[in-house]
């Protein structure tokens, strides 16, 4: 049982460039998440899914994107990049009814130049 | 205003001392409260669920006082393990979860 697992855990962009973060958990949670973390800020909520083909806004979505194709999987993308989206990258899911008890995965730190 | 603060410390507290956070929101109608424990660089985990009538589970003690919107956790007999950032949650009525920035806690031998 790997629970919530992330690719990659390390990235490097420069201003501009494209990227997708992968989530995968082998739990059979419905409910996936996309959190930033930054220093002072706390973890920020940026998309959510509350099912597979069904995705909403967090509290900080612009400049992302994501895809929940299948149940187990839920993407993230990063369109054009730029120095703001410098954090600490963390997915997690939870079975709907226990929504408060969130599965964090190990996280990606991505910095952007 | 952040709708969930801490005070983000550090802590520096000698293994068995007794140590108390507390944490304010600012959303009345938030109808559960959290907290979870974050090990420097890596995943948050649940650490434990926050009543009104108190919570307590080993050396843990979770409170919430409604009235005066905050929430306490207190730990006993400290341990060198318990070092960590400890992040103070609120779900309101959406069902999102809304973190505070975390509390550090160093224990010293």
């Known amino acids: 049982n790997a629970g919530v697992t992330q690719t990659p855990k390390f990235r490097v962009l420069k201003t501009g460039q494209s990227m997708t973060l992968l989530c995968a958990q082998d739990m059979n949670h419905e409910y996936m998440y996309w959190y930033r973390q930054d220093p002072g800020m706390g973890l920020r909520l940026i998309h959510y899914?509350?099912?597979?083909?069904?995705?909403a806004k967090g509290e900080v979505p612009d400049g992302y994107n994501v895809s929940r194709l299948k149940k187990q999987n839920f993407l993230l993308g990063l369109e054009s990049a730029a120095p703001s989206q410098t954090s600490v990258y963390f997915c997690?899911?939870?079975?709907?009814?226990?929504?408060?008890?969130?599965?964090f995965g190990p996280g990606t730190r991505l910095t952007v130049t | 205003r952040k709708e969930v603060e801490q005070d983000p410390g550090p802590f520096n507290v000698p293994e068995g001392a007794t140590v108390a956070f507390n944490c304010t929101y600012s959303?009345?109608?938030?109808?559960?409260f959290f907290w979870y424990r974050q090990d420097c660089r890596k995943e948050p985990k649940l650490l434990m669920s926050?009543?009104?009538s108190g919570n307590e589970d080993g050396r843990f003690t979770a409170q919430l006082n409604r009235a005066s919107q905050y929430i306490s956790l207190l730990i006993r007999d400290s341990k060198l393990s318990d070092s960590a950032t400890y992040l103070c949650?609120?779900?309101?009525?959406?069902?999102?979860?809304?973190f505070g920035q975390g509390t550090t806690l160093q224990v010293k031998p």
């Open positions: 899914s509350v099912g597979e083909g069904t995705t």
């Open positions: 949650v609120s779900r309101g009525n959406t069902g999102k979860l809304i």
């Open positions: 959303n009345s109608a938030s109808q559960s």
């Open positions: 997690a899911s939870s079975y709907r009814d226990r929504a408060y008890e969130q599965y």
């Open positions: 926050v009543y009104s």
